[in-house]
Nanobody, 124 residues
């Protein structure tokens, strides 16, 4: 059965770090695009970072560039988050699927496989 399972969320102080994990089973992450999304209360779900299906190029939202890093290892995708700020507070979701174009162009619902989300709270 194909699925994604996220973990690693929690409460962290401003300026702190967290690394989120997204473990895939039933398919190989190296063969598909991967996306990390987040949704804060009262806001739309937005793409944070993604890896292209074809050339494995990585993209980041302007708000997280230089602070977040997306990478994969052993069929698990990771989102390393440094310099966390209160406005990074959200539920974070991972997704995967075959995408023909740049991963930045695709919304959450367009990915084939989608995780259940993990809460990240940045607060002192």
């Amino acid at each position: 059965q194909e699925q994604l399972v996220e973990s690693g969320g929690g409460l962290v102080q401003p300026g702190g770090s967290l690394t989120l994990s997204c473990a895939a089973s039933g398919f190989f992450l190296d063969h598909v695009a991967i996306g990390w999304f987040r949704q804060a209360p009262g806001k739309q779900r937005e793409v944070v970072s993604c890896i292209n299906d074809s050339d494995r190029g990585k993209s980041y939202a302007d708000s997280v560039k230089g602070r977040f890093t997306i990478f994969t290892d052993k069929n698990t995708a990771f989102l390393r988050m440094n310099g966390l700020r209160p406005d990074d507070t959200a539920v974070y979701y991972c997704a995967a699927g075959s995408l023909a174009l740049s991963c930045q162009l695709y919304a959450w619902h367009e990915y084939t496989y989608r995780g259940q989300g993990t809460q990240v709270t940045v607060s002192s």
